[in-house]
């Protein structure tokens, strides 16, 4: 009899353990919950990406496999900017070339957290020289 009640009171608290587990694994959000996926297919200077409503945290922004003319400089930036009521802020540019080197090759920019609101990225903000640029994948998370 007490082999039997000790086991009963074995399972009781593994479950009762992984019950715990559980729930603390479902409240514990990563730091970046949210993403979105796109493409790019010759955009210009000062081209805007969508918008994305961002709850506050950081904000990481991937190209994977990127093409411009081979005369042009193979380098492409990107900024993140806050949409707001009047002049939208800008925060650092990212400068990125790895995704330049090789099909599936990926460069990744981060920024820290600026709060919550809506946001979105701008390529080759500011630039002088026209380039247009392709990226076969783009992934935002935030």
Known sequence: ?????????GKRASIVGMAAAAVV???AMPAQASSWSSSLTNVGNDFESRRWTDNGGSTTIDFTTCKRDSSASQAVTVTLRKDTFGPDPKYSTQTYTNCFKYSGATSSGSWDDHGSGDYYFVVDYGQNVYAPVSVNSLTVYY
């Open 1 to 9: 009899m007490a082999t039997s009640t000790m086991a009963r009171t």
């Open 25 to 27: 694994g479902a409240l």
